[in-house]
Antibody, heavy 127, light 107 residues
Framework: QLHLQASGPGLVKPSATLSLTCTLS??????????WAWIRQSPDKGLEWIAT???????DYNPSLESRLITSVDTSKNQFSLSLTSVTATDTATYYC????????????????????WGQGTLVTVS | SSELTQDPSVSVALGQTVRITCQGA??????ASWYQQKPGQAPLLVVF???NRPSGIPDRFSGSSSGTTASLTITGAQAEDEADYYC??????????FGGGTKVTVL
């Protein structure tokens, strides 16, 4: 059974770097059908997409966070990682790692993708 | 900017039908996917594409799309459907975007 598990410090000091690693078990991160994503949710707020990475090294970042983001993929460990620099209290959130499908195209010509596997989320507090 | 807009909350009587909408320009080019989130849990995919449900999702959940609006319909809402629902979609400028979420209360 596929499982994503995010790990990292639960408490980070302001101006420091937040670093998280996500490990996939039950399958391989090397799969051209999927991308791997980081998503966060501030307390009592909605979901915010942070970044998407591919095992080949391709990346997409949320423009509002791009200047502070560093991501990597370690296929030998079936892991992908996120670093967010210069954190402030506004970066306090539950961070999820997730699997994002490659975009498909329907008969209508419209594209579609989906996030069908989520980690349990890890709360990171900046204080 | 890339945005998906949802109504903050909606209520539905037990057994009745509720429609949750999601609006955004990107929905002209991409179908939305829909996620259910209960307190303390990770989001769960319930509908994606034109109207596809992952294995294990009840058929009372359905999706539709018209122009810049996507909809999730729960036909015969159950108590366990009370949750926050988020739409999400690919976007040409920011790769992925979520709506602000709709809290569904089952009365």
């Amino acid at each position: 059974q596929l499982h994503l598990q995010a790990s990292g410090p639960g408490l980070v000091k302001p101006s420091a770097t937040l670093s998280l690693t996500c490990t996939l078990s039950g399958g391989s991160i090397i799969n051209s059908r999927y991308f791997w994503a980081w998503i966060r949710q501030s307390p009592d707020k909605g979901l915010e997409w942070i970044a998407t990475v591919h095992h080949t090294g391709g990346t997409d970042y949320n423009p509002s966070l791009e200047s502070r983001l560093i991501t990597s993929v370690d296929t030998s460990k079936n892991q992908f990682s996120l670093s967010l620099t210069s954190v402030t209290a506004t970066d306090t959130a539950t961070y999820y790692c997730a699997r994002l499908s490659k975009t498909q195209v329907a008969d209508t010509g419209k594209g579609y993708a989906w996030i069908d596997l989520w980690g349990q989320g890890t709360l990171v507090t900046v204080s | 900017s890339s945005e998906l807009t949802q109504d903050p909350s909606v209520s539905v009587a037990l057994g009745q039908t509720v429609r949750i909408t999601c609006q955004g320009a990107t929905l002209e080019n991409y179908y939305a996917s829909w996620y259910q989130q209960k307190p303390g849990q990770a989001p769960l995919l319930v509908v994606f594409g034109e109207n596809n449900r992952p294995s294990g999702i009840p058929d009372r959940f359905s999706g539709s799309s018209s122009g810049t609006t996507a909809s999730l319909t729960i036909t015969g809402a159950q108590a366990e459907d009370e949750a926050d629902y988020y739409c999400g979609s690919r976007d040409n400028s920011v790769d992925w975007v979520f709506g602000g979420g709709t809290k569904v209360t089952v009365l």
